[in-house]
C-alpha cells in the first residue's frame, strides 16, 4: 500500500509538471493554430538558467568551462527569475522564427520548420557554451528540507512534492490570470479570431508576443522543476520532455488548458504505475495508451470536435 | 482558369521565396554550429596530403557525450606526445555521436577522407553497427572503450584496446563481497537498450548467481531514463544490500543520486560506463562509495604513464586523467608505433605515402596485430582476433570531497 502510495505521488507530481510544459505548447497553438517546436528548447533553457542562478559551476568542456556567477540564488528565487529569462529568450524566438513569417501569412508548416530550427539553434548554442556534460542541481538546493518526507508509510522525496505544489500553484495562476484579467481575457478573443479581436480594439501582435511570453515562463519554470528532480542531462534533454508534452497535448485536446492538465495527469500516472519490471518500456507504454485513445476520440480528451465548413 | 490547387501552390512558392533565406539560415546555422563544436582546434586538415591520417569518430554529442569528451582529451594529448617520435601523422576527430546512425556518418565520412585507420566508436551499440563498414572496407578499427562480448569477432580489421568487460566486471563485485562479507540480497540495474551494458549486465548477472547471490529483481532501463524513481521503489521494498548497476554515466549517475536519496544505505557497484570524473557532477555527494573495476592506474610508474600524467595535468588545471583518457591515448599510440614499425620496415627513403592506401591498411594492421606496447593501462599486445591482451585490473572507490563537487578514485588495494 505504501509503495502504491509513493508511485502515485511520483506519477501524479510528474505528470502535473508534463501539463505545466504542455500549457506552453497550447497557449501558442491557441493563438496562432501551429506548434512551437522551440519549446523543448527553452525547457532546456529555464533548467540551465536554473542551474547556474543557483550557483552552479559551468563543467570543463564548453567555452564557458568555469564559469560560476559571483552570486548564488536560493532555489525559489532562481526558479521565477529562470522562468522570466526563458519568457525573453521565447520572445527572441517568436521575433525572428515566428513573426516574420506572420508577416507574409506563411503556411504552417514553414513554422514548423523555423521553430525546429530555433530550437536547434538554442540547443547547440548551449553545447558550445556549457558542454554536453550532464549537470545536477546541488542536492541542498531545498535548503532546511529534508531529502524525504515519509507520509503514510511511504518514503516520498521532497522534491517530487515540491514539483507537485509549485505545478499547481502556476496552474491556479495562470487560470485566475486567463479568466479574471483584461490581458488574458483579451489573449482569449486573439484565440478566437485575431482579426475580429484586432476590430475590437485588441493589439493582437501584442497578445501574441504576451502569449509567447507566458508560453516562455511556463517552459523554464518546468525545466528548472525537472532539472531540480531529475538533474539536467545535457543539453537534448528537453528533446524527449518537448515530444510528451506534445503528446500530452494532443490527449488533451489541441488548445484546451485543462484538457492539457488532465492529460499530463493521465500519463505521469500511467507511466508510474508501469510495473519496475517494464519499466523499460514505459515510453512505449505511454505511447500505445495515448495511441489508443486518440483512435476512440480523435480530438483529444477535453478538445472540441472541428467541423470543416465549405 | 487555374485550378485553386495551382493557384495555391504558387501562392505558397512565393511565400517560400520570401521567407526561405530565414529557413535556410535557421537550418545552416545549427549545422554551422554543431560542426565547430565537433571540430577541435589543431586537429589536421581533412585529407591532408602526405600524412597518414588516423581518424577518430567518438561521442562529442548525446548522452555518452561525457565519455568521448575524456577521449578526445585522450586522443589530443597522444597526438601531442607522439609528434617527432616515429611516423609523422595526422590526427581528424569526428563527432560520431551517441547513436548508430551519426557513428556511420563518421565513419563514412573519415573513410571517404582516406584515413589509413580508425579510432572509434565510443560505444558498444555503435560499434557493431560500425566496425563492419570498416572491416568491409579492409580500414583497421581501435576500439578505446568497446567492452561487450564480440566485438573483436566482427572481422580481422577490429580490435580493441579496452578489455572485455568478462574480464573486468567480476573483480568490483569481489571487491564489494570484500569489503562487506555480509551481502546476501542483490539487484540489479541495466539500460536495456545499450550493448554494453547489457553485456555487462549478464556478466554482473552471471557472477552474482556463482557467489550465490541470485538478483532479487533485474531492472531495465533505457539510456535516455531521467526518472528510475519508481524501479527504485520496486527494488528498495525487497531491501537489497548490493545494487549493481551497468548504465552509462548520465543516467547511471542520475540512478545513483535518486536510488541514494530514497534511502538506500547499501554497496553500489557500477560497471565501466561510469568509469569517467565526469560523474561528479551529476550525482555529487552520492558519487561516494561507488565501486568500480579499473582498465587504468594513475598509480603505475610506468615512463608512458609519468608522461601521460604531466601531459593530462598540465593540460587539464593538475587533475588525475580517467580510464577512459588512458584508453584513447593508448589507441593512438598503438596505431602510431605500428606505423612506426611499418615506415621502419619499408626500403630506405620510402616513406609509409608512397604504399598505396589499402596496402597500407593491410600492413599497419598485420604489424598492430603482432606488437607488444608499454602504454598507460600497462604492456598490451593483442590476440589474432584483435582482442587485447593486459596483464592488471584494479578496482576504485570513489571518494567524493566534502563540497560534493570533486573526488578521486581511489583504487583498494
Redesign the interface.
Known amino acids: 500500500m505504501d ?1 502504491l502510495l ?2 502515485l505521488v ?2 501524479i507530481s ?1 505528470g502535473a509538471v508534463y501539463g505545466l510544459f504542455a500549457l506552453g505548447y497550447t497557449l501558442v497553438f491557441s493563438v496562432l493554430g501551429v506548434i512551437n517546436f522551440a519549446h523543448g528548447a527553452v525547457f532546456t533553457l529555464g533548467a540551465y538558467f536554473t542551474y547556474l542562478l543557483i550557483g552552479g ?1 559551468v ?3 564548453g567555452l564557458l568551462a568555469g564559469l560560476q556567477l559571483p552570486f548564488s540564488l536560493p532555489f525559489w528565487a532562481a526558479l521565477p527569475l529562470a522562468g522570466l529569462f526563458t519568457a525573453l529568450v521565447s520572445l527572441g524566438v517568436e521575433a ?2 515566428f513573426r ?2 506572420r508577416r ?4 504552417p508548416l ?1 513554422y514548423l ?2 521553430s ?3 530550437g ?2 538554442v ?3 548551449l ?2 557554451l556549457m ?6 542541481l ?2 541542498n538546493a531545498l535548503g532546511a528540507l529534508p ?2 518526507l515519509s507520509i503514510g508509510g511511504a ?1 516520498v ?1 521532497t ?2 512534492l515540491v514539483l507537485l505544489v509549485v505545478s499547481a500553484l502556476v496552474l491556479v495562476l495562470l487560470t485566475a490570470w486567463l479568466e479574471g484579467s483584461r490581458g488574458g481575457k483579451a489573449l482569449q478573443a486573439v484565440s478566437e479570431d485575431a482579426t475580429t479581436a484586432r476590430l475590437l480594439g485588441i493589439n493582437s501582435d501584442a497578445m501574441i508576443r504576451l502569449c509567447f511570453a507566458v508560453s516562455g515562463f511556463l517552459a523554464g519554470i518546468s525545466g528548472g522543476l ?1 532539472g531540480l ?3 539536467i ?2 543539453p ?2 528537453g528533446i ?1 520532455y518537448g515530444l510528451k508534452a506534445l503528446g500530452v497535448l494532443v490527449l488533451g485536446g489541441l488548445g484546451s488548458v485543462p484538457g492539457a492538465v488532465l492529460a499530463g495527469l493521465i500519463v505521469g500516472t500511467a ?2 504505475l ?8 514505459k ?1 512505449a507504454i505511454a505511447y500505445a495508451f495515448l495511441f489508443g485513445v486518440l483512435l476512440l476520440r480523435p480530438s483529444g480528451l477535453l478538445g472540441k470536435t472541428l467541423v470543416n465548413k465549405v | 482558369m487555374r485550378f485553386p490547387v495551382v493557384r495555391r501552390q504558387r501562392q ?1 512558392q512565393r ?2 521565396s ?2 526561405l533565406p ?2 535556410l ?3 545552416a ?2 549545422l554551422a ?2 560542426a ?2 565537433s571540430r577541435p582546434a589543431g586537429n589536421g586538415a581533412n585529407g591532408a596530403k602526405g600524412l597518414p591520417t588516423i581518424g577518430a569518430a567518438i561521442a ?4 555518452a ?2 565519455i ?2 575524456d577521449q578526445r582529451i585522450g586522443l589530443q594529448l597522444a597526438h601531442t606526445y607522439f609528434q617527432g617520435k616515429g611516423a609523422e601523422l595526422r590526427l581528424q576527430i569526428e563527432d560520431g555521436g551517441s547513436d548508430e546512425a551519426t557513428a556511420t556518418n563518421a565513419f563514412r565520412s573519415l573513410i571517404n577522407a582516406g584515413v589509413v585507420a580508425l579510432i572509434g566508436p565510443s560505444l558498444s551499440q555503435q560499434a557493431f553497427a560500425v566496425d563492419p563498414i570498416a572491416d568491409r572496407g579492409g580500414i583497421p578499427v581501435v576500439g578505446p572503450s568497446n567492452t561487450a562480448k564480440g566485438i573483436p569477432e566482427i572481422g580481422p580489421f577490429v580490435s580493441r584496446v579496452s578489455a572485455p568487460v568478462a574480464k573486468v566486471a567480476p573483480l568490483s563485485i569481489n571487491a564489494a563481497l570484500k569489503l562487506n562479507p555480509q551481502i546476501r540480497r542483490a539487484a540489479v540495474f541495466y539500460a ?2 545499450d550493448a554494453y551494458s547489457s553485456s555487462e549486465s549478464k556478466i554482473f548477472q552471471k557472477v552474482l548467481a556463482e557467489r550465490g547471490l541470485k538478483p532479487l ?6 539510456v ?8 527504485i ?5 525487497r531491501n537489497p544490500d548490493l545494487i549493481v548497476i551497468s548504465a552509462l ?3 547511471g ?2 540512478l545513483v ?2 536510488i541514494r ?3 538506500y544505505k547499501g554497496s553500489l557497484v557500477v560497471g565501466n560506463g561510469m568509469n569517467s570524473p ?1 560523474i561528479y ?6 558519487c561516494d562509495g561507488l565501486l568500480i573495476a579499473q582498465a587504468y592506474s594513475p598509480e603505475a610508474t610506468t615512463p608512458i604513464n609519468k608522461a601521460f600524467l604531466a601531459l593530462y595535468s598540465k593540460d ?1 588545471g593538475g587533475a588525475i586523467p580517467p580510464q577512459f583518457s588512458a584508453q584513447a591515448f593508448t589507441a593512438y599510440q598503438v596505431l602510431a608505433e605500428a606505423l612506426t614499425a611499418v615506415q621502419t620496415s619499408l626500403p630506405a627513403g620510402k616513406t609509409l605515402a608512397a604504399l598505396p592506401l589499402p596496402e597500407l591498411r593491410r600492413q599497419l594492421n598485420t604489424t598492430l596485430l603482432k606488437g607488444s606496447y608499454q602504454t598507460p593501462l600497462g604492456e598490451i599486445r593483442f590476440s589474432p582476433e584483435g582482442e587485447v591482451i593486459q596483464k592488471q585490473f584494479y578496482v576504485a572507490q570513489v571518494r567524493m570531497n566534502p563540497d ?2 570533486s573526488g578521486r578514485f581511489q583504487l583498494l588495494p
Open positions: 509503495t509513493q508511485i511520483n506519477g510528474t559551476a563543467g570543463a568542456n525572428t522564427a516574420p513569417l507574409f501569412q506563411a503556411e514553414l520548420i523555423t525546429l530550427g530555433a536547434v539553434i540547443v547547440n548554442l553545447q558550445i558542454g554536453a556534460e550532464g549537470y545536477s546541488p542536492t531529502i524525504t518514503q522525496r522534491v517530487q525537472v528532480s531529475l538533474s542531462t545535457g537534448y534533454f524527449s507511466e508510474a508501469v510495473p519496475g519490471e517494464w519499466s523499460g518500456y515510453e | 505558397w511565400q517560400l520570401r521567407a530565414s529557413v539560415t535557421a537550418l546555422l545549427p554550429l554543431a565547430c563544436a562529442l554529442t548525446g548522452n557525450s561525457v568521448g569528451q536495456q537498450d529483481t533485474v531492472q531495465k532501463t533505457s535516455t531514463d531521467t526518472d528510475f524513481q519508481n524501479q521503489t520496486d527494488t528498495l521494498r554515466p548520465t543516467d549517475g542520475n543520486r535518486q536519496e530514497l534511502g565526469n557532477p551529476i550525482c555529487q555527494k552520492y587539464r560534493g563537487k
